[in-house]
């Protein structure tokens, strides 16, 4: 059983579009990342979320953690070319200092 | 700046043969890490360490082995490759907190 759910696998949008990604669990969370990993590259982080209910924007981008700390949600406005990515959330599943696990992302092509 | 990087960034071997791809960072973290990447899979775990003389088993050690003898490498050996582990492996680091970890750009592996 996968720990992380990612929704949709795929999306292919043109350049303006808004999306939405969702990254779930039935587990609780002390905190998720999102990371944004582009072809050939290993992947970067974005962001970490840490109280339920948290919105955090990045240009762009609007990462939400939900109330319950079990879900996560990544909001792209207007997305551009350069959004292109596979975008990814990862969580430490337990308390204290263990490695990080990832779901399988959610792979995004913004065609101009 | 710091950074992490790993070599070979492709490499193309026999089955059957011993391989071992390296992973070095100049962080100073303890930490470290070794994920591969499969289409279906996401990433997934296949060893870390959380200090010199320190390795720990992942989620898919299984064909492979750590040693840590300093605090800026982590190699990956495959004792004897095998057409399963066809992958691209992502060495990671991060410091004692995890709550940023960095990735090298990746070793694309075949076996054949």
């Known amino acids: 059983t996968q720990l992380l759910e990612q929704s949709p696998q795929f999306l292919s949008i043109q350049e303006g579009e808004n999306l939405t990604v969702y990254c779930n669990s039935s587990s609780v969370f002390s905190s998720l990342q999102w990371y944004r990993q582009e072809p050939g590259e290993g992947p970067v982080l974005l962001v970490t979320?840490?109280?339920?209910?948290e919105v955090k924007k990045l240009k762009r981008l609007t990462f939400q953690f939900g109330d319950a700390r079990k879900d996560s949600s990544l909001h792209i406005t207007a997305a551009q070319p350069g959004d292109t990515g596979l975008y990814l959330c990862a969580v430490h599943p337990l308390s204290g200092n263990t490695p990080l696990v990832f779901g399988k992302g959610t792979r995004l092509s913004v065609i101009a | 700046d710091a950074e992490i990087t790993q070599s070979p960034r492709h490499k193309i071997t026999e089955t059957g043969r011993q391989v071992t791809l390296a992973c070095h960072q100049t962080?100073?973290?303890?930490?470290m890490f070794w994920y591969r990447q499969d289409l279906g899979h996401g990433l997934r775990l296949i060893h870390y360490s959380y200090g010199v003389q320190d390795t720990n088993k992942g989620e898919v050690s299984d064909g492979y082995s750590v040693s840590r003898s300093n605090t800026e490498d982590l190699p990956l050996t495959l004792e004897s490759a095998a057409s399963s582990q066809t992958s691209v492996y992502f060495c990671a680091s991060s410091d004692q907190t995890g709550n940023t970890i960095y990735f090298g750009e990746g070793s694309w592996l075949t076996v054949v």
């Open positions: 962080w100073n973290h303890n930490n």
């Open positions: 979320v840490v109280t339920g209910g």
